[in-house]
Each structure stands twice: as structure tokens, then as C-alpha cells.
């Protein structure tokens, strides 16, 4: 059973798919509160339009063609259902001000609950409008369903050959005070097991972030992180390593980034980072591993002797267009990033990586085929730990935790391809097909939000590049790819996401 933030797939938690406004979207800032002087007359070209049907009217959700409905003048925005979220921390995010005139079909009005709900402090969000003061006047009314903002992101347990027990967890605060800043961290330790040269490993993290500064389409982000570990490589032998096919060195990782984020759109963010990191790790002088015929061939570690320095430079792309981005049944999330290390850096590097997962609805939804993309690239003197790992590929192992190695166990050989499949490699990917069922979705009266079962198979792959140019077999034997499965439950709670899965059970074990 692992644990992850309800809001940690995406950091917006939309409700409906929308295509990008067709109308610029105006920026939160400085917006007038619900109550006060009265506001000028709207503009000559909204007064002649009809009143809303009724008293009040809830917005569709879909989006419709902006150049259909009435011309509405929006008089004042109400926000309701919140009581641990200030109004101004809703209402700064809104793509609509009081003062502006929009039809009743604009698509601001249905991103507008994307903006609400990218906040990630609420379950659902309502969009509805009331007759104002005057003809052609509106009140824009924002009712939110608050789900809880105290999550477990991570828990962190299990055994392995290379660590007999681990333990730890991450949790978060999204809301702290109701400001809508976000702090977090981490904790992980793994007792030591019986290679030589490990040790006793552990590693922590402490994170914060604003998503909008003083009400606008900036925001900032910070994390600090401590990690004190060691790294198995393996000396002799193939298959699944035994601890005396295997020897260790000692590391410690100390760094931190800063960065700043704007929402250029409801649903896309970009970001820009600055990471700067010190390693120092005692190597092994002129490390080896003996092949099966015999030979013995040197080991690249991909790590500077002693104390080193990496200082980097980050972008990340993000659009999510999810209705859920837990229990997801349609839209899609597409993520794009890159790193490249400084001229202050000792590692002279660039690491690319993409990410696409789309979702179609069959049987009025309540069924979801999925397709999910992912891969990396590594170019250049990465250091190790900026290497795409086995555990990132294949659901089937033992992922990382917090920079942490917590199992050498070696993937299924289900295709009969290249048996001896490296733990790091600069080019490595996995493609996914899932099939979603919904079991229930609740009002979450009770702290649960809904439940899914799935199934997913999907081909992984992992290698280093010089050895595919270098290979003395087929291409098909050289590939490091394989196959792998997954089934389980997912359910959503106020406190995170419990996901029961054949995959992260063998992950706790191997």
C-alpha cells in the first residue's frame, strides 16, 4: 500500500477539459471586494440585453461558443462553502473581475472553475450566476466543496536484499492559515544489509511555495535537501545479485532550488529553477566488475572523487486538462522539462524528459481507457543521481525514495531479451495502456472521495547509449526492454491516495 497526495499528479485538480480561451484572460490582481461602493453603470453595449432566465442559474460545464448568449455585466463575485480558504486567495485566481462584460457563454467562465480548482483545496467547484442590482448586471457566485489540505504525499516502507527494512513518509500542509502557501517535507531511513562498504542510509527534505504572489500569475518555490546514503554496484556475477556479488561506497548529498512559476494559461503552467547541490562520495579507487567469460571491465560511476558541485538551470512545461487528475477518467496531462548543468557546475550535463497520459470515457464514464507516455534523455557528464534509474521505468521494482537506492533486484526477464539490463542508463522510457472501472465516488461526508480498479500493461526500457553504438549482438537482444503488469485498487481520501497494486507490492519486497 503506498500513499500519495491527492494533488501530487498535477498541481490542478480541474473538473472538465477546456481548450485554451479564446479571450485574453484578464490578470487577479487588485480586485474590489464583494461588498462595497456601488460600481459604475455598465457599459452601452451590455444594458440592452436580456435578464438571466432566473434568479439564479448554475454555469454548464462544457464550454461553449463565446460568441453566443447575452452580454453580461458582472456587478460583484461572491465566494461561498469556503472556511479554511480566505475569499481573496479564491478570487485572485479568477480569469473575471467585477467590471467585466462577457457572454454567457464565455469559456472564462468555465476555466474559471479550472483556476478554483488548480488550487487543489477543494473537491468540486460551481460556477453560478444571479441577477444583480441593475438590468444586464450579474453576481457571479464561486461555491466550493474544501476537501482536507493536511496530506500524506508518500509512506515509505518495505525490505530488500540491500536494505533489510525502510522507513519513512512526506506530508504536506496546501493551505497553510488559509494563504493558499503550501509547506511540506520528508523523512526516510533504511537500516543497512549485508553488502560491503554500505551503511545505514537516511535523507530529508523541506519544501515551500506560493502559487500566486500578491494575487497575480507568478509564483515561487523553494526546497532544501539533505541525504546521507550509500550506492551498491555490482563486482561479479549476473541474474539477480546476491550481497557478496555486490560492493558499496558512502555518499552525502546537500543542496537546495528556487524557482518561480506563471500560470499562462487556467490550465498550463511554466517554470524556471535554479538547483545548486554539493556531493561528496568516496569512491573506490579503479572499481571493477568480472564478466561471465572472465574478463573484467571497468565501472564508470558517474561521480567525482571526493567533493563536487552541480549547479543547474531548469524549465518544465505542464498542461493538464484532467477532469480528476487522481481518479481519472478523460482529458490529459502533458508535461515537458529540461535541466542543463552551469559552467559553475562540475558535471557538464543536459537531462530532457516528457511525459503524456490521455484518458477516453466509454460507458458514460464510468470506464476510462488510458495511455501513458513517458521517457528521458540523458546527454553529456551526468552525475549518478541525475541518471534515469531502473525503479523509474518499471513499476515492477523498487522506485527511489527521496535520492535513496533501497533495492538491487533485477527486473522479470519476460521477452528473453539482453539479460544483464544496467540499474542506470542516459536513455530510458515506458509506454502504458490502463483500463479504469469506477467503483464508487462519494460526497466525501466521510473523508472518501472515490475509488477506481485498474489494469495496465506496458513495455519499459533502459540503456546506456554507448552500449547499443558498441553491441556485439542483434539489436533485439542488445535492447534492454521488457515488459510489465499492474492491477490493483486506487482510492481517494482527504488524507491522500491509497493504491493497492501487485506492482507496489512487489516494489516493498524485491
Known amino acids: 500500500m503506498v500513499l500519495a497526495a491527492a494533488g501530487t499528479a498535477a498541481r490542478a485538480q480541474p473538473t472538465e477539459p477546456a481548450d485554451k480561451p479564446e479571450a485574453p484572460e484578464r490578470a487577479p490582481a487588485d480586485l474590489p471586494p464583494a461588498t462595497g461602493p456601488e460600481l459604475p453603470a455598465p457599459p452601452p453595449d451590455a444594458t440592452p440585453q436580456p435578464d438571466p432566465a432566473s434568479d439564479s442559474e448554475l454555469i454548464p460545464t462544457s464550454p461553449e461558443d463565446t460568441d453566443l448568449g447575452p452580454l453580461l455585466y458582472i456587478e460583484r463575485v461572491d465566494v461561498e462553502g469556503n472556511t ?208 561471465p567469460d572472465g574478463r573484467t571491465a571497468a565501472i564508470d560511476l558517474h561521480l567525482e572523487p571526493g567533493t563536487s558541485d552541480i549547479v543547474t538551470l531548469g524549465f518544465v512545461y505542464d498542461r493538464d486538462t484532467r477532469p480528476d487528475p487522481i481518479l481519472s477518467h478523460s482529458g490529459g496531462h502533458l508535461a515537458f522539462g529540461a535541466e542543463l548543468g552551469s559552467a559553475f557546475s562540475d558535471y557538464q550535463f543536459a537531462t530532457l524528459f516528457g511525459r503524456y497520459d490521455h484518458y477516453w470515457p466509454l460507458r458514460n464514464g464510468m470506464h476510462a481507457i488510458g495511455l501513458k507516455l513517458a521517457g528521458g534523455v540523458v546527454v553529456g557528464d551526468a552525475p549518478r543521481f541525475d541518471r534515469i534509474h531502473l525503479g523509474d521505468v518499471n513499476r515492477m521494482l523498487t522506485p527511489r525514495a527521496a535520492g535513496l537506492v533501497l533495492s538491487t533486484a533485477s527486473p522479470f ?74 492491477a490493483g485498487v486506487r482510492i481517494d481520501t482527504d488524507i491522500g ?14
Not at 108 to 117: D, G, P, S, T
Not at 498 to 507: D, H, K, S
Open 84 to 291: 479554511a480558504t480566505q475569499d481573496d486567495v479564491i478570487r485572485r485566481v479568477l480569469p473575471i473581475a467585477p467590471g467585466d462584460v462577457l457572454r454567457a457563454s464565455d469559456k472564462r467562465l468555465h476555466n474559471a472553475r479550472f483556476k478554483v480548482l488548480a488550487l487543489g483545496f477543494f473537491r468540486d467547484v460551481r460556477l453560478e450566476i444571479k441577477k444583480g442590482s441593475a438590468r444586464g448586471q450579474v453576481v457571479l457566485i464561486v461555491n466550493v466543496v474544501e476537501r482536507g489540505t493536511v496530506v500524506l504525499n508518500r509512506l515509505w516502507f518495505g525490505t530488500s536484499e540491500l536494505s533489510p527494512y525502510w522507513l519513512g513518509a512526506d506530508l504536506s500542509e496546501r493551505n497553510l492559515l488559509g494563504l493558499g502557501i503550501t509547506l511540506g517535507g520528508g523523512f526516510i531511513y533504511a537500516g543497512n544489509g549485508e553488502v560491503a562498504g554500505s551503511r545505514n542510509q537516511w535523507a530529508g527534505e523541506l519544501r515551500v511555495s506560493d502559487p500566486s504572489l500578491k494575487g497575480t500569475r507568478l509564483g515561487a518555490n523553494a526546497s532544501m535537501t539533505l541525504v546521507h546514503g550509500s550506492e551498491a554496484y555490482r563486482v561479479t556475477g549476473t541474474g539477480n545479485p546476491e550481497p557478496s556479488e555486490l560492493r558499496a561506497f558512502p555518499f552525502r548529498r546537500f543542496g537546495g532550488r528556487a524557482g518561480v512559476t506563471y500560470d499562462a494559461t487556467a490550465l498550463t503552467r511554466l517554470s524556471l529553477s535554479l538547483r545548486g547541490e554539493q556531493i561528496h562520495a568516496d569512491l573506490p579507487v579503479a572499481p571493477a566488475q568480472e564478466l
Open 413 to 486: 526477464d519476460l521477452l528473453g531479451t539482453r539479460a544483464d539490463k544496467p540499474s542506470y542508463g542516459d536513455l530510458g522510457g515506458s509506454a502504458t495502456v490502463e483500463y479504469a472501472m469506477q467503483l464508487f465516488r462519494g460526497s466525501g461526508k466521510k473523508r472518501v472521495y472515490g475509488g477506481d480498479v485498474f489494469f495496465g500493461v506496458g513495455v519499459w526500457g533502459l540503456a546506456e547509449s554507448a552500449d547499443l553504438r558498441s553491441r556485439d549482438a542483434s539489436l533485439r537482444d542488445a535492447l534492454p526492454i521488457d515488459l510489465y503488469a499492474d
Open 497 to 510: 491516495i491509497f493504491e493497492l497494486t501487485i506492482a507496489n507490492a512487489l516494489g516493498r519486497v524485491r
